[in-house]
């Protein structure tokens, strides 16, 4: 059974870090590329960042280019968002997905608010 269980999020002031974590099972995890992905208050899912599974090339989106890591560990089966110089507009439900394979988590709450 594929499980997506995120962690990490919180409540942080403008200007501060959280750094998300995803923990997987039920799949080859080192076979796949994970994402994040956020959906905030009313909106629709926007995409954050990718990690490939092989040579572990990364992408991000515009908005948190600079700001956001994405990492993986194939040994632990985990990937991770380090979030620096967050943003209210960075509030959302972060999401840890395989999107091609339709696998995703419970979500993780970020909040950005002073």
């Known amino acids: 059974q594929v499980q997506l269980v995120e962690s990490g999020g919180g409540l942080v002031q403008p200007g501060g870090s959280l750094r998300l974590s995803c923990s997987a099972s039920?799949?080859?995890?080192?076979?796949?590329?994970m994402s994040w992905v956020r959906q905030a208050p009313g909106k629709g899912l926007e995409w954050v960042s990718d990690?490939?599974?092989?040579?572990?090339?990364?992408y991000y989106a515009d908005s948190v280019k600079g700001r956001f890591t994405i990492s993986r560990d194939n040994a632990k089966n985990t990937v991770h968002l380090q979030m620096n110089s967050l943003k209210p507009e960075d509030t959302a439900t972060y999401y840890c997905?395989?999107?091609?394979?339709?696998?995703w988590g419970q979500g993780t709450q970020v909040t950005v608010s002073s």
């Open positions: 039920g799949f080859y995890f080192s076979s796949y590329t």
């Open positions: 990690i490939y599974s092989v040579g572990g090339s990364t």
């Open positions: 997905a395989s999107v091609v394979s339709d696998y």
